[in-house]
């Protein structure tokens, strides 16, 4: 079964809330990769992106731009969340800022501080 940490779902439904758009970028195998997608709560995400998919892996600055492109959107407008160091230094190098996850309250403090609240 896949579960989210904390109240990082919560977290999800107030950006939606606010109209900030989000996307999933996970280098997940494909069992995790379905079970992702079957959560009804991840809906409303512009994008999931899995590297089981596309064939590319964080922390590859090329994987994130793919996203991006895909996306449509330019790097510099983009946070990208990771607990993994490597995978936010990463996305940094492309422009992103990136907020290295700990808990859903240290999270939801840097999303405070990067959107300006």
């Known amino acids: 079964m896949v579960a989210p940490v904390g109240d990082v779902l919560g977290i999800h439904a107030d950006l939606v ?3 900030i758009a989000t996307a999933l970028f996970s280098n997940a195998p494909v069992s995790i990769a379905e079970a992702i997608d079957e959560l009804p709560e991840l809906a409303p995400m512009v994008g999931r992106f899995y590297s089981c998919r596309i064939h590319q892996t964080k ?3 090329k994987a994130y731009l ?3 492109q895909e996306l ?3 790097p510099d407008s983009v946070v990208m969340i990771d607990d993994r160091p490597v ?3 990463g996305a940094r190098t492309t422009g992103m800022q990136a907020i290295r996850f700990r808990s859903a ?4 403090t840097a999303l405070a501080q990067v959107l300006g609240d």
């Open 17 to 19: 809330d606010r109209g």
């Open 59 to 61: 922390p590859d600055p």
């Open 66 to 68: 793919s996203v991006c």
């Open 72 to 74: 449509g959107v330019a």
């Open 87 to 89: 995978n936010c230094e």
């Open 105 to 108: 309250e240290q999270l939801r």
